[in-house]
């Protein structure tokens, strides 16, 4: 990682933790308002000795458990995903969908313990809840993106040229858009994604006729021309951090529930042959930035020394319980804790190594496509071609994982990791 993306990322951060501390002490006023309200509208007795030092009601735990529900909820609507830019009437909406749903939550969890004669009070506390909720968090939610679009206006640059695209200054640019001159061919716009995707910025091109036709090109902004935007995912913002916040949970559930199978692979992998339990291997992930995925070993150590090879059936470089491990794909749980860091996800296109991506590309120059996403421990390209041991294979593999991720959804995840169970318990993982 270059200065200037260590400077990005810095920013965001920054940014990030300044939305998260307001909401934090938002959610602290608005729970000392309501309950401010609540004493003074239905007890009269805000200043009295009584209520100080013996609250009405539910006091104390809701301090804390308050603030923590709010930033749970704002989390996985998305308001934290992309903290810079962000358009003022999408906050709003955003920000006003929120406070429904942790006023009505957190009322009922909460609030309608409290014993109440009239029920009439029930709906005037919620809308009360909803009103402060919305309010207080709204107004330095906005403040804050005011003040950051004042300090410096989205950076847009046009390239029209490969060698324009070479040159980019990541850290001086938050968009590029590609505008390719008339006459150039379709699959030219992937030599371009493949030199700006590991620049971690946005990705457009300008629309053709066949983009506005076909409902490819999008209006994000009023006064915007249309734009065929790359780099921006199929996914909501809260689908995807429902997504992450997934994977952490069932990362670590399986990591902490199975640690004694992983134990008793470990042993039977250092018991079958010389070498290392863990095989860490160099694969290709999001934005095209490497990284190394964990695996049970399965091969005799040093099996494979200079050129990479595909497996096949019957390798000779399989030990016997390698074998058994890969039937039923049991030397991939260790990707669980590559699932964890956030360098992998439960499902998404299986990341593979440079030196095949480079062969897949000659037959299919738009693997770059796979770059939108995190890899993952499966998806529809694995369930649907198996294991792939050949180039031809990986293409087919790589067509069924883009319509994967041009129809990206939480529903459909669960279709995919409910079909990987049943290829798992066949034990057709090779």
Not at 251 to 277: D, E, Q
Request: glycine residues 6%.
């Amino acid at each position: 990682m270059g200065f200037d993306d260590w400077k990005i990322m810095t920013l965001r951060r920054k940014q990030q933790l300044w939305y998260i501390l307001a909401d934090l002490l938002s959610a602290e006023v608005v729970w000392l308002l309501f309950l401010g309200f609540r004493w003074l509208v239905y007890e009269g007795k805000v200043l009295s000795m009584e209520t100080v030092v013996v609250p009405a009601f539910n006091f104390y735990t809701p301090l804390v458990v308050y603030p923590l529900v709010c930033l749970i909820v704002y989390y996985l609507s998305g308001y934290y995903l992309r903290p810079l830019q962000k358009p003022i009437l999408r906050e709003l909406w955003r920000t006003l969908a929120s406070a429904v749903v942790i006023s009505v939550v957190f009322f009922f969890g909460i609030v309608i313990d409290d014993q109440v004669d009239n029920y009439h009070r029930y709906f005037v506390s919620l809308a009360v809840l909803f009103a402060l909720q919305f309010t207080v968090s709204y107004i330095p939610r906005l403040l804050i993106t005011l003040l950051s679009r004042k300090r410096g206006k989205k950076r847009v640059q046009t390239v029209h040229s490969i060698e324009e695209a070479r040159k980019l200054d990541a850290g001086k640019v938050d968009e590029v858009i590609i505008d390719m001159p008339d006459g150039a061919g379709e699959d030219e716009i992937y030599n371009y994604i493949n030199i700006l995707y590991p620049l971690s910025v946005e990705i457009s091109v300008r629309p053709r006729l066949y983009d506005i036709l076909t409902g490819a090109a999008q209006i994000n902004e009023v006064g915007e021309p249309p734009l065929v935007r790359i780099t921006e995912h199929k996914m909501s913002d809260s689908g995807l951090c429902i997504k992450r916040a997934t994977d952490i949970c069932v990362s670590l559930l399986v990591i902490t529930l199975f640690s004694p199978l992983y134990a008793l692979i470990a042993l039977l992998v250092a018991c079958s042959s010389k070498g290392p339990v863990l095989y860490r291997q160099e694969r290709i992930g999001q934005h095209g930035l490497p990284f190394r995925i964990l695996k049970f070993r399965t091969m005799y150590d040093h099996a494979e020394q200079e050129t990479p090879q595909l497996s096949a059936d019957h390798d000779p470089r399989i030990t016997p319980v390698g074998r058994w491990l890969r039937k039923y794909r049991l030397d991939e749980l260790p990707q669980m804790w590559n699932i964890l860091i956030g360098e992998m996800s439960l499902v998404g296109p299986r990341p593979e190594r440079a030196y095949f991506i480079r062969q897949i590309e000659e037959r299919a120059p738009y693997y770059c496509i796979l770059y939108k996403v995190r890899p993952g421990l499966t998806s529809w390209g694995p369930v649907r071609v198996g294991y792939t041991d050949t180039i031809e294979k990986m293409v087919e593999r790589l067509n069924c994982d883009i319509a994967y991720i041009e129809n990206m959804s939480l529903t459909l995840d669960i279709k995919i990791l409910f079909f990987t169970i049943g290829v798992l318990l066949r034990g057709k993982g090779q």
